[in-house]
Nanobody, 128 residues
Framework: QVPVVESGGGLVQAGASLRLSCAAS?????????MGWFRQAPGKAREFVAA????????WYADPVKGRFTISRDRAKNTAALQMDNLRSEDTGVYYC????????????????????WGQGTQVTVSS
């Protein structure tokens, strides 16, 4: 069973919005995880997009998406969402959701190698 599953990608025009969802349904339901979103554009390395702490009270965003993207989570369901507004062509890529185990409720992580579980990704294409 895939530990983390993303959904919600698609093809949109620049300026439009998309909402990505992530479900950590393959993980222990009694544990809450740090949840993060990463993306990978063609020919480029995977990069951090946003993360939310176990408590949901702390978030962190990469500079290119600040003010346009919003990450949220439902602790009870171990799900997370990424609301993406005012999309740009440079936001095109495969978006991955990831989960990390942590003892700290307020911690966020921005490095890919700090995450333990990954989804298979969902394609987001923004046409200009």
């Amino acid at each position: 069973q895939v530990p983390v599953v993303e959904s919600g990608g698609g093809l949109v025009q620049a300026g439009a919005s998309l909402r990505l969802s992530c479900a950590a349904s393959g993980l222990n339901i009694d544990i809450t995880y740090i949840m993060g979103w990463f993306r990978q554009a063609p020919g480029k390395a995977r990069e951090f997009v946003a993360a939310v702490s176990r408590s949901g009270s702390s978030t962190w965003y990469a500079d290119p998406v600040k003010g346009r993207f919003t990450i949220s989570r439902d602790r009870a369901k171990n799900t997370a969402a990424l609301q993406m507004d005012n999309l740009r062509s440079e936001d095109t890529g495969v978006y991955y959701c990831a989960a990390a185990s942590s003892d700290a409720y307020g911690e966020v992580r921005i490095e890919a190698n700090e995450y333990d579980y990954w989804g298979q990704g969902t394609q987001v294409t923004v046409s200009s």
